[in-house]
Structure formats: C-alpha cells, structure tokens
C-alpha cells in the first residue's frame, strides 16, 4: 500500500512545484527577457516573485509602491503586481497604473511588437506605443512624484 501512496505523493509534489513555481535565485528581469519583453518594465524595487510554468501567471512583490519616469510618462506600481506572461506579451495585468493628463488609468497589459520595436502598453480599450528601446534599463523607483513629474526621494 505504500508503494501506491508513493508515486501519488510524487506526482502531487511535481503538479504543485509546476503550478506556482517561487523563484528565489533568478531576477524576474532575466525572466522578462527569456519572454521577449524589455527588462525595464517593473522597476529595481523588486522583492520577491512567482511565476507559474504552466500558464505564466505571476505576482511581483515590491518593497513598497512608487513611481517611475519613462520620459513623459508617470507610472506607478503598486506593492502587488500580477499578471500573466506569454511570450512578447503580457495581460491581465493588476497593480500598474499610467497617468493620462490629470486621470490614473490601470495598464491592463503590454504587447511587443518586435517588427516595430515598439511596445504597445494598454489601458482599458485605449492603448499607447512606445519605443521599446525606453526600457532596455532597469528603472529607479520614486517614493513620490510631484505636481511637476519630477520626483523628490528614492527608494
């Protein structure tokens, strides 16, 4: 009898490392790169993550909310941002949120389109393009922005 609860053990404990894999030793920006994307889409606050091998569902811990300049655009993260992974592409997305004149709009999710070199960033049913080159590098997260963009302490 204990054979058959054997292999039964062995196949939960492999279904379960499978299903919610926590990665401790990679960086989840080596991780964006293995799916096409460019690193600088989640800032250097990073603490902790997991990603799911089979259908690439993740939650990133950051060390607390904060902001991000990309040229003449505010983002802000939030401490909890999920997700799912695809290859190029990212949806689903929770915890991002892009500032539209005087409105914060959720970002829902993120497309590469390699042809172009432009990533696609969406809000809803709007979306934007932007270089992708403007995050090849791992942004600085702010603490705060200002009324003028401009951010006063890091993190």
Known sequence: MASINQPLLIVLISISVTIATAVSGSDIHDILEEFGLPIGILPNAVES???SQTDGAFTVH?????YVQFDDQTVYYSEKIQGKLTYGSVSDVTGIQAKQLFLWLSV????LDA???MLEF????L????PADMFQE???CKSKASPRESFTQSI
Do not use: A, N
């Open 122 to 125: 969406h809000v809803g049913i």
């Open 115 to 117: 042809s172009s070199g």
């Open 127 to 130: 979306s934007k393009k932007l």
């Open 62 to 66: 950051l060390t607390r909310p904060c």
């Open 108 to 111: 829902t999710g993120m497309d």
């Open 138 to 140: 791992v942004p600085e």
């Open 49 to 51: 993550y997991t990603l």
